[in-house]
């Protein structure tokens, strides 16, 4: 797992529940560098811990997890990347060419997951994600999360996943405009 997961990670214990819950669930660990990769294990086992120090449901927390860094973190770190495709749409289908590819060249023994994400009709994508992660939730809420940043809602359905035994998860999404309340 990529050091950015983890320290991401932290800053969003850090918002979300102080950082002296942040500490308390981080003080004894290895330092995560954003340079570096880390077993998943070590990923799993510090979701664990807040889970168990919140109450938070695992999959609840890392889905809000995903829509932070999607939203917040990855967007302030990576602003070109947002200003040149300036959607949610255009974004995913250029994630895997620019992004991951880069992660892997970069990296050593980074492994981001597998996107094959082709576009569907005029307002959506179809993502097929493969990872022995299995964690297709985060990807779910790294989807919304990048669709706020660009002002844009996104609608999910997934109609394969690992988790109930499909070789991936395949992933239709649809974009439209946010509305905000008056």
């Known amino acids: 797992m990529h ?4 320290t991401t990670f932290r800053d969003f214990i850090t918002t979300r529940y102080g950082p002296d819950t ?11 560098l954003m340079t570096e990769a880390y077993p998943d294990e070590d990923f799993l086992a510090v979701v664990e811990s807040t889970c168990a120090t919140t ?12 829509v932070f860094a999607g939203e917040e973190t990855f967007p302030r770190l990576y602003p070109s990347y947002y200003a040149l495709a300036g959607g949610a749409r255009p974004f995913l289908l250029t994630v895997e060419l620019l ?25 959506g994508v179809r993502v097929n994600y493969s990872s022995p992660r299995k964690l297709c939730i985060l990807l ?3 989807v919304e999360g990048t669709a706020r940043h660009y002002g844009e809602s ?25 509305e905000h309340a008056a």
């Open 3 to 6: 050091g950015l997961i983890f």
């Open 22 to 32: 942040a500490r308390g669930i981080f003080d004894g660990r290895p330092v995560h």
């Open 55 to 66: 109450g938070a449901e695992a999959g609840e927390l890392v889905q809000a997890f995903g």
């Open 99 to 123: 992004i991951h590819e880069l992660v892997r060249a970069t990296i050593p023994n980074a492994t981001p997951p597998q996107l094959l994400v082709t576009p569907l009709d005029e307002d």
């Open 140 to 142: 779910r809420g790294l």
């Open 154 to 178: 996104a609608q999910v359905d997934e109609s394969a996943c690992m988790l109930r035994g499909d070789p991936a998860c395949v992933f239709e999404i649809r974009f439209s405009p946010r």
